[in-house]
């Protein structure tokens, strides 16, 4: 009897040890570290799909909450406010198995501004990333501005010369790069 007890009380302790909130530190203002698209405000893909609309790059979050319960069958969820409006975004586990959901956290949010972002880059870059749009010359932080990071950068930015994009469910995008780190081709992106 002891130790059904004792087993209970493990596995009540260990539900409880993978069962939190995880928070980013509410005493900064966060923004958006790269455009985040979106054809339904409550269920955003982490993976950034480049489908729809996006919240520009820069944009200045609110309310930010997430809940992270860390079971293999729920998907942490993002949520948060900008101008009155709530956007939620689902951290697909399958996908994102790869990494963990902060370090995913701090790739979509920043306490940094958008001329902060955006400092180093071009103002041809800049327009760019405003309006959604890759064009040839483009350096890969103006491309990571604009889309997010890509598929093949599950642990870091790659060095690759070719960088993989989701856009909707069934097509990707790819985008090359010159030695330089420029694009090289410019890709076809939704419209």
Not at 25 to 32: G, V
Not at 126 to 136: A, D, E
Request: proline letters at 4%.
């Amino acid at each position: 009897m002891k130790k059904l007890f004792f087993i209970a009380i493990l596995a009540i302790i260990s539900a409880t040890m993978f069962c939190k909130d995880f928070e980013l530190d509410r005493t900064k203002t966060w923004y958006l570290a790269h455009n985040l698209w979106y054809t339904d405000p409550e269920h955003i893909s982490s993976l950034n799909r480049i489908e729809g609309r996006f919240i520009p790059a820069g944009t200045r979050i609110d309310k930010l909450d997430v809940i992270d319960e860390l079971s293999s069958t729920s998907n942490p969820t993002v949520t948060f406010q900008v101008r009155g409006k709530f956007f939620t975004v689902i951290i697909d586990r399958d996908e994102d198995r790869d990494l963990q959901t902060e370090d995913l956290l701090h790739r979509m949010f920043t306490s940094h501004t958008y001329n902060e972002l955006t400092g180093g880059l071009t103002d041809a870059e800049r327009t760019n990333i405003g309006q959604g749009k890759v064009l040839q010359g483009m350096s890969k932080e103006a491309v990571i501005r604009t889309l997010g990071y890509p598929l093949n950068s599950r642990f870091e930015i790659p060095e690759k010369n070719l960088w993989i994009y989701q856009w909707d469910f069934s097509q990707k995008v790819y985008i090359s790069f010159d030695a330089a780190g420029l694009v090289s081709k410019t890709p076809i992106l939704p419209e």
